[in-house]
């Protein structure tokens, strides 16, 4: 069992919303990771954070914005929902020293309408 | 850049051996990776080699690399119905944009009796 949790599990969304997505690292993990994985595709990278401060970005817009918490928890955010935004979003955790190894939560399933 | 690529499916019976093949094209890349998806799940880190290594092999699973060629493959021995699921091949670049895994779209396994 990896230890990476996420909520909440599922979330609707109206186009134009905002949504913010919670991780909470497994223990002693202090890199973070943020995913989309639309159907049928492999995750793309959205950004990483390393001591509460980004750390490396895919190529999402910026209405994608992260935080990372002193306890290693972190949040996603997505401003003026799109309907090509659902997706699984997933994170993944890991320690700095040992960087390749990546753990993945559950991830949370996002449906905008 | 970064490309992965993947057959998309490939079934097996029971007890027989698959072998999921992967190609990719960064030469930086340090890790090369196997996760594992089952329905409605988050991704399970199975397995990874570096990229100075030609094979390694953990219990039922053996990664080949062909650095010359860009290929990886995990071959799973003695396949069971468990193991059904989809296998997405990563690798790892790190450097200014952080430590991101770019994944293949994935190779859906059927295991049939």
Same mark, same amino acid.
């Given at each position: 069992? =990896?230890?990476?949790t996420?909520?909440?599990?599922?979330?609707i969304?109206?186009?134009?919303?905002? $949504?913010?997505?919670?991780?909470?690292?497994?223990?002693?993990h202090? =890199? $973070?990771?943020?995913?989309?994985?639309?159907?049928?595709?492999?995750?793309q990278?959205?950004?990483q954070?390393?001591?509460?401060?980004?750390?490396?970005?895919?190529?999402?817009?910026?209405?994608?914005?992260?935080?990372?918490?002193?306890?290693?928890s972190?949040?996603?955010? $997505?401003n003026?929902?799109?309907?090509?935004?659902s997706?699984?979003?997933?994170?993944?955790s890991?320690? $700095?020293?040992?960087?390749y190894?990546?753990?993945?939560?559950?991830?949370?399933?996002?449906?905008?309408? | 850049?970064?490309?992965v690529?993947?057959?998309?499916?490939?079934?097996?019976?029971?007890?027989?051996?698959?072998?999921?093949?992967?190609?990719?094209?960064?030469?930086?890349?340090t890790?090369?990776?196997?996760?594992?998806?089952e329905?409605?799940?988050?991704l399970q880190?199975?397995?990874?080699?570096?990229?100075?290594?030609?094979?390694?092999?953990d219990?039922?699973?053996?990664?080949?690399?062909?650095?010359?060629?860009?290929h990886?493959?995990?071959?799973?021995?003695?396949t069971?119905?468990?193991?059904?699921a989809?296998y997405?091949?990563?690798?790892s670049?790190?450097?200014?944009?952080?430590?991101?895994?770019?994944f293949?779209?994935?190779?859906?396994?059927?295991?049939?009796l």
């Amino acid at each position: 069992e =990896t230890g990476v949790t996420q909520s909440p599990t599922h979330l609707i969304k109206t186009r134009g919303q905002q $949504v913010t997505l919670r991780c909470s690292s497994q223990s002693g993990h202090n =890199t $973070v990771s943020w995913y989309q994985q639309a159907l049928g595709q492999g995750p793309q990278f959205i950004f990483q954070y390393y001591r509460e401060e980004e750390n490396g970005r895919g190529n999402f817009p910026p209405r994608f914005s992260g935080l990372q918490f002193p306890n290693y928890s972190s949040e996603l955010n $997505v401003n003026a929902l799109e309907l090509d935004d659902s997706a699984l979003y997933l994170c993944a955790s890991s320690l $700095v020293g040992s960087i390749y190894e990546q753990y993945f939560g559950p991830g949370t399933r996002l449906t905008v309408t | 850049g970064e490309d992965v690529e993947q057959s998309l499916f490939l079934s097996v019976r029971e007890g027989d051996s698959s072998v999921i093949n992967c190609t990719y094209t960064d030469s930086s890349s340090t890790y090369l990776y196997w996760y594992k998806q089952e329905p409605g799940a988050g991704l399970q880190l199975l397995t990874y080699i570096f990229s100075n290594m030609d094979m390694k092999q953990d219990q039922r699973l053996t990664v080949l690399l062909n650095k010359k060629d860009k290929h990886l493959s995990l071959r799973i021995a003695d396949t069971q119905t468990g193991d059904s699921a989809i296998y997405f091949c990563a690798e790892s670049t790190s450097g200014g944009g952080g430590n991101k895994l770019t994944f293949g779209t994935g190779t859906q396994l059927k295991v049939e009796l």
